[in-house]
């Protein structure tokens, strides 16, 4: 008797990419937000920052709960919780005049990409897929995000065209609450080994922290959320500011892209368009060859890049060069460390697992935000830190080649 194949494509995995794809068409948009807030009110350039850099830490803080909520009373009932959550903290900032009052609602906005985000939506589909499919159905789903990060940024700098800021708030707001017409399709099986079943969410987190393994993934993490938070919140700006004029009648002028600040917003959508290609193929590496070492070779690639786009000066071509190859590798680093954790430490808490490790990336994404608006105000540029992304990529391509990359009975067994 042949044994039944289990399809690629699923509702469960259908549903997950469409949900990812609208929280981070959202998420990725507010970078586009940092200049006509602040320059409506006056503010600071840290203050708009600081918002973003809150909502990324309670993302982080947000992500191991929902996960825990989702295993605990089930992935739909904490997929809706987040989407309310999300269109509360849009909602409520959209009426906010005040830097603390951005700040506290975006704490909201946070938590409900959390609850839309990464940790729920990859856990569903990882326990959906079958081995064979899973390192390329948690690439797909990655890519989703991406595929919201290629549409979220022109969209709201289209919409200012034609709207204050505070509209497309709320034309996001029924965006998010969309996602829960879709949530009756998405159901997935519990993938797990009888042991795995019975074993309590207690006893694998003692054995997880106990493990080298998971510090050195958790560490990695960091700049993964540093380089990632902090070209999504500053990118339009530092290239709105700092990159060479677009000459009349050049290409980029031709198909309607006269400005930097245009040019700012294009720049992210092409990194997303580019890291469409680029989790894709780190999908389909990490069903062929060690996880870590693809993680290494990724934070290795983006230093570089990094490194190299501020070595020469700034002009609308090597913004261009540096979006296609940043975006390559932009969340290629996902799908392998969400796979990774749950080779080693397997699918029944896969979800609060990688939510863990997933605050690490957070924590970065904070650092990443807050500092670049801080050392902005006073170094009026962001060259500084700039250099700092470089140095933690580098720490995180190195903290990933000690990582035993054995399921983790196995590898205490050894």
Known sequence: MSETRTPLMTPVLLVGCAIILMSFAIRASFGVFQIPIAEEFGWLRAEFSMAIAIQNLAWGIGQPIFGAIAEKIGDRKAIILGALTYAVGLVASSYAVSPEAHQVWNWFIGFGIAGTGFGVILAVVGRAASDENRSMALAITTAAGSGGQVV?????????????????????????????????????????????????????????????????????????????????????????????????????????????????????????????????????????????????GIYTGRTLVAALFFMFPITPVSVLVFSVAMGSLWLATVPLTSGLVAYIYGLRYMGTLYGIVFFSHQLGSFMGVWLGGRMYDVTEDYERVWWIGVAVGAFSAIVHLPIREKPLAVARAA
């Open 152 to 296: 979220g940024a022109p969209l709201a700098e289209w919409m200012l065209t034609m709207m204050p800021w505070q509209s497309v708030f709320l034309v996001f707001t029924g965006m998010i609450l969309g996602v829960i017409l879709l949530l009756p399709m998405m159901r997935a099986p519990v993938r797990a080994t009888k042991a795995e079943i019975e074993e309590t969410l207690g006893q694998i987190l003692v054995k997880a922290f106990k493990d080298p393994s998971y510090t050195l993934i958790f560490l990695g993490f960091f700049s993964c959320g540093y380089q990632l938070a902090f070209i999504t919140a500053h990118f339009p700006a530092l290239v709105t500011e700092m990159c060479g004029p677009i000459q009349p009648g050049s290409m980029l002028d031709n198909i309607g892209i006269s400005t930097t600040s245009a040019l700012g917003a294009v720049a992210i959508s092409l990194i997303g368009l580019a890291n469409i290609a680029g989790t894709l193929l780190a999908g389909w590496a990490g069903k062929h060859y060690p996880k870590k070492y693809l993680l290494a």
